[in-house]
């Protein structure tokens, strides 16, 4: 078996009281150029405690946006205060200055998980090249809900996908049916028998889903699931750790088997097999840390007797080995572990924070901030798909590509990144953020949004009209990236608009718009460009023209409709 070494790259942060106090906190810790991090207090971001959040890019420009979902802690605020607030990366030129948009405009229910282990994650389900958002809230209701995404202008369009769901766990994005849509997992504590504290909720592709929980699926509470291919056959299986009946710990695992008409079916893979550590409370990553072509575990939480972060490295049996050296801080109940490759290299690093306890080992502070850097070896970066091609069917473009190919990992254990990039406009997509110039990718999570080996194709609309370059890259088991294989062709005019209802219709006929609305009066319509500037005011049944091709969102005041994106040729 290959051994993972993992140094520590980056000095530990302190939050004791002896430095900043017990208070909520919130810190930027940026790069310093020399491997390390550097710390910015003063960045106008919300203090808060029992935090998630995510780094993604709402509006397709390019920079990485922050979501935060959090309470108070008791200290300066409330524990029963809670938030979920989205923030605008302002870019290079404004030193990357992180801005919250405004409540009011992002449409969020300000509520949070009854824990912080994982109840948020990012994707596309509606295939119109904006990502949206998943949570899983306790407002009363234990609830799944749906932000999707306004073409990009810091509005979303709020659905509940399930309000008698789960809680306490966590949801991931992922095509567990490779059927090219996403679909959700959610696993928590449920008062639902039939589910279990586990469900899937199979996505149908225009931001609606259908509930699902196929035997023998069960589900935990105070713990974590994800979605990664443990097996190597394209299909994202499920990792579960956490509390089940009579407080009992489980690392289970369910491997994806879909049946002859592609519905998934499962089969348990669990301890007495797997030779995974039950624990509750922390997290699950899945990559291949060793880069040997195989899937291995990273879990964080508590086995009964300690708390820690255990590593498993898979045996060519489908078996796990745990590294008994335990080369990561035993960061307990109160911290998490993230991946990312931090140094580019095509290994995937652990970034973990929290609380050590009195336990902590010599040269750890008692609520570190580290990065243990990946140094297993060089692992071969995969090769690009070596054809891409790209077609307008209506209002979408088709994007197919043939296989890459890696020096370890088979072709069909590959997975895939996809871009799609407006060339007039500038404005660029991608499935998971990354510089398509290089093809790094800029996160470590929401990773099971990338398409499978077994599909190796997309359908998305196009981001306007006009000139596109659509990019496909090649990931192995590590998630080291190819570089992005391109393909280019002409968008003619699209039609009609996202968040569609009977409320009320868009017409287009060139540059000229109508809003129809079947209502007993009249109501002002206005239209906007992506970023929030008016650009036209009529009435419902009164036709405008627009000055300019373009994209746009259209809203009427006294309609039941969300707002509208329409893009004009």
């Known amino acids: 078996m290959k051994k993972l070494t993992i140094l520590s790259a980056a000095a530990a942060i302190s939050l004791s009281a002896g430095a900043v ?12 150029g020399n491997g390390g991090l550097t710390y910015d207090y003063d960045n106008r971001i919300q203090l808060t405690s029992f935090t998630n959040s995510i780094f993604f890019d709402y509006n397709n420009d390019g920079n990485l946006d922050l979501l935060i979902m959090a309470s108070g802690g008791d200290w300066k605020i409330p524990r029963d205060t809670k938030f979920l607030i989205l923030y605008e990366n302002l870019g290079a030129d404004a030193g990357f200055e992180m801005r919250r948009v405004p409540d009011s405009r992002t449409g969020f229910i300000q509520a949070a998980d009854e824990a912080w ?3 948020v994650t990012v994707g596309d389900v509606n295939g119109d090249g904006y990502t949206d958002i998943v949570t ?8 799944i809900d749906l932000y999707l995404n306004n073409g990009g202008d810091g509005s979303f369009t709020h659905k509940v996908i399930d309000n008698k769901a789960m809680t306490n766990g966590a949801v991931t994005l992922g095509d567990i049916d490779c059927d090219g849509n996403l679909d959700i997992l959610a696993n928590g504590w449920s008062a639902d028998s039939d589910v279990k504290g586990m469900a899937i909720y199979l996505g149908n592709g225009d931001g609606t889903f259908t509930k699902t929980a196929p035997s023998p699926l069960w589900g935990t509470f105070e713990g974590h699931s994800t979605l990664a291919d443990i097996n190597g056959d394209g299909t994202l299986d499920i990792i579960m750790t956490g509390h089940g009946d009579g407080w009992s710990r489980h690392a289970k695992i369910f491997l994806n088997t879909p049946g002859a008409d592609g519905t998934p079916q499962f089969t348990l893979f669990d301890e007495s097999k797997s030779g995974l550590t039950p624990l509750n409370l922390g997290n699950v990553l899945a990559a291949d840390f060793n880069a040997d072509g195989l899937t291995d575990l990273a879990l964080c939480g508590n086995d009964g007797n300690a708390t820690g972060v255990r590593m498993f490295y898979q ?6 080995t745990l ?4 080369p990561i801080c035993p960061v307990n109940t109160d911290g998490a572990i993230n991946m990312a490759d931090w140094d580019a290299d095509g290994n995937m690093d652990i970034i973990v924070g929290g609380y050590l306890g009195t336990n902590a080992p010599a040269g750890c502070y008692s609520t570190p901030l580290r990065i243990y850097r990946n140094t297993s070896g060089t692992n071969s970066r995969p090769e690009a798909p070596p054809t891409v091609t ?15 190919s890696d020096d370890v990992t088979p072709a069909k254990a590959l997975r895939y990144n ?7 406009t500038g404005e660029t997509f991608c499935v998971i953020p990354a510089d398509i110039t290089t093809g790094a990718l800029k996160v470590g999570t929401d990773l099971a949004t990338s398409v499978s080996g077994a599909l190796k194709s997309l359908r998305i609309r196009p981001l306007g009209s006009g000139p596109h370059t659509v990019g496909v890259q090649t990931l192995d088991q590590s998630f080291a990236p190819s570089a992005f294989t391109t393909a280019t062709l002409d968008i003619a005019g699209v039609s009609n608009v996202s968040n569609d209802s009977n409320a009320l219709t868009i017409l287009t006929d060139g540059l000229t718009v109508t809003a129809v609305s079947n209502a007993a009066s009249d109501s002002d319509v206005l239209i906007y460009s992506p970023d929030g500037r008016l650009c036209a005011a009529t ?11 373009g994209i746009y969102i259209v809203t009427a005041a006294a309609t039941t409709s969300s707002p509208k994106k329409i893009m004009l040729k």
Not at 136 to 143: A, E, H, I, K, N
Not at 315 to 320: A, C, I, K, Q, Y
């Open 418 to 424: 996809v871009f799609v990039r407006n060339d007039a």
């Open 390 to 404: 790209a077609r307008q069917d209506g209002d979408f473009i088709e994007i197919t590509w043939s296989d890459g």
């Open 136 to 143: 899983m809230t306790y407002r009363g209701d234990r609830c």
């Open 117 to 119: 282990l994982n109840p």
């Open 315 to 320: 045996n060519t049996d489908g078996s796990f």
């Open 323 to 326: 590294d008994t050296a335990y």
């Open 21 to 32: 106090g017990w208070d909520e906190m919130a810190i930027l810790a940026r790069p310093d």
């Open 539 to 549: 009435l419902t049944n009164m036709p405008v023209t627009l000055p300019s091709a």
